[in-house]
Structures are given as structure tokens and as C-alpha cells.
């Protein structure tokens, strides 16, 4: 696989969006007429199937939070394709599944919160928002070890972009567990074409193909207890996992409903703030702006619904083995 970029911002303008498209080496020319429609030149980065997240407030949509990557609508066509080939059907109702250990990374620049130094207490806060978000779901999640990493020029230049081999050399260092296991790493999108991204993760179905990849990458100050307003109440990470275990944008396809839920209301583009009652395909119902898949302020996310729920239970059961060890809480 490759990754297309077209830059942040075109020759002599100024900076407004970047897309990315994820294809198959011999699909070059179609997707090099996506990003020449807007006047600009694709890079090519190494293979790779990041999916990113953009809060800069230049994004393609307006204030807010953005999209720096979509994924291609061949790939999501294979992709689900090969779901619907292989679907292994997790077990149904609220049994639980083995809370997933989660191996956080925090790389930093220096010792003040600036610089990326997390106390303890933001990360065991994010990870009881995690565990809250998900609770409907039944999977839980539990922090099994926390790494502390100096490293100014990863904290500041990071990202699934230009600097995609720093992801890479990160990764391949410090990475830990298998293919069910959740490793998180901080950072902190300071230059370059990763700036103003709030996080980027990689999807179940990537794993066997690029498992030292697997993850998320997250903004330190989006953490509960960060800078980040409206984005510091702990929602990024939650979005992200939620790309982790499978689930796409509720906008993703706009009104053709491209995110592969049945209960998910299309939505023609991301929601910022909190716009009660926008509906942006007539007909469909309201915009599903509470969705933990849009781009609503963290105060306005709060739920899955039970179609995201069943489609990513099934997917982390197919691409990540997490089915085997199943209790019931209540018990």
C-alpha cells in the first residue's frame, strides 16, 4: 500500500486542507487526479494505513476539529469486502471481554507540561473515560504500563506525513503486546505537515499486514486535565480507538452513509461545537453530532450506538483475536 498527500496548502495560498489516499502502488494515476482537481502535487510516503485526525482550525471544514486523512473509497470497498468474507461474530449481549492492556508512551521534549510531561494523573484519568465511553460496549480496558521517552524531535515533528519514518522508527522501538493489545503514544504535532493534528490510528484490518504500526498517536494536551479546549476532556483518545477497533466517521461517504453502520444518521460533514438539531441530509434524520465518530467538542460527544457497537466487537473479534477470554462481570 502507499499513502498520497497532497500538502497542507497549495503553492502561494494559504494554508487550508490536506487529504490523504490510501491505495495500491498501481492505482497511482486515478488518485493523483483527486489531489490535482485542487492544484497540487502528491507525495509519496512509505506503506502504510495511518488514519488521522486533524484539529487544526485551517482544516477543510471550517473551526475545529478537521480531517488530515480520509480513507480511499476503493480501499474501504475492499476493505469491507474482505470483513464481510471473514466476519467472525463476537458473542452477543453485554458479557464482557478481558479488559485490553493498554501500554501508554509518553514522548517528551522536556520536563514541563509544555513540553509533553504528562502527569500520572491525566493518564489514569484518560484511561477511566475510556473505560466509561466503552462501557456500553462491555470492553473494558486496563493501563498496564506507562514508558517515559525524551525525545524533543519526536514530540515536536511526529506524524503519519512527511515525518512517517519517525512513526515508524518510534514504533518499531517501543511498541509492546499483540495484535489485541492498545499502545498509546503522546506527542505533540508542533511543526511540519503534522502540525495542529489532535491524533491519527490504525485500523484491525491493517494488523497482519503492518503490525509494528498498530496504534494510536495522540496530542498530549488533549488528555483530560490538558490545553486543548474543547478537545482536553479525554474524547480524542476515545475517537481514536474507536478508528482502532474498526469504526470509520459517521460522515464518512456524507449522505450515501459510507461508515458501514445502519444506525448511524448520514451526515453530509463533521459536526464542530455542538449544533443541536442539524440535519444535513434531509430525510435521515438528525446529524448524529453526540457520535464519538464525528468531530463535535468533547463536551458534546457521548455515545456509540448499538450498530458501531456490534460492527466493531465483530471487527476487534476478527482482526484481533478478542473473543477468547470472556466473563461475565456480573457473575
Keep these: 500500500m502507499r499513502i498520497v498527500l497532497c500538502p497542507l496548502t497549495a503553492p502561494d495560498a494559504p ?101 509533553g510531561a504528562v502527569p500520572d494523573s491525566f493518564i489514569t484519568d484518560q484511561i477511566q473515560v475510556l473505560n466509561e465511553d466503552f462501557a456500553s460496549s462491555g470492553l473494558g480496558f486496563n493501563l498496564k504500563s506507562v514508558a517515559r521517552i525524551e525525545n524533543a524531535e519526536w514530540f515536536s515533528k511526529l506524524g503519519p506525513y512527511d515525518t512517517a519514518d519517525m512513526d515508524t522508527e518510534m514504533k518499531k522501538t517501543y511498541r509492546q503486546g499483540g495484535a489485541g493489545d492498545l499502545n498509546v503514544y503522546t506527542v505533540g504535532f508542533e511543526v511540519g505537515e503534522a502540525q495542529g493534528l489532535l491524533g491519527y490510528a ?82 435521515g434524520g438528525a446529524d448524529p453530532i453526540h457520535n464519538f465518530m464525528d468531530y463535535s467538542d468533547d463536551s458534546c460527544m457521548t455515545s456509540f450506538t448499538p450498530g458501531q457497537i456490534t460492527r466493531f466487537k465483530d471487527q476487534i473479534a476478527t482482526y484481533r483475536s478478542i473473543t477468547d477470554e470472556i466473563v461475565d462481570f456480573e457473575a
Design 15 to 115: 494554508a487550508t486542507h490536506s487529504w490523504t489516499f490510501t491505495f495500491r502502488q498501481d492505482d497511482l494515476s486515478s488518485r493523483r487526479t483527486l489531489c490535482s482537481a485542487e492544484g497540487e502535487t502528491p507525495h509519496l510516503h512509505p506503506p502504510t494505513s495511518r488514519y488521522a485526525c486533524n484539529r487544526s482550525r485551517r482544516s477543510l471544514f471550517g473551526v475545529g476539529r478537521g480531517c488530515g486523512t480520509t480513507i480511499s473509497a476503493e480501499k474501504l470497498a475492499a476493505a469491507q469486502k474482505h470483513f464481510q468474507d471473514h466476519r467472525v461474530h463476537a458473542p452477543a449481549g453485554l458479557l464482557k471481554a478481558k479488559p485490553l492492556d493498554v501500554y501508554f508512551h509518553v514522548i517528551y521534549a522536556n520536563g514541563t507540561l509544555e513540553g
Design 202 to 283: 490504525t485500523f484491525p484490518s491493517d494488523y497482519k499486514e503492518f503490525p509494528t504500526d498498530d496504534g494510536v498517536v495522540m496530542l498530549h494536551s488533549s488528555l483530560p486535565g490538558g490545553s486543548s479546549a474543547p478537545y482536553n476532556l479525554g474524547r480524542t483518545l476515545t475517537h481514536e480507538v474507536g478508528h482502532w477497533v474498526g469504526l470509520y466517521h459517521t460522515f464518512e461517504g456524507g449522505c450515501n452513509g459510507g461508515d458501514e453502520v445502519e444506525d448511524t444518521a448520514p451526515e453530509d460533514e463533521p459536526a464542530f461545537g455542538c449544533p443541536a438539531g442539524r440535519d444535513t441530509c434531509p430525510g
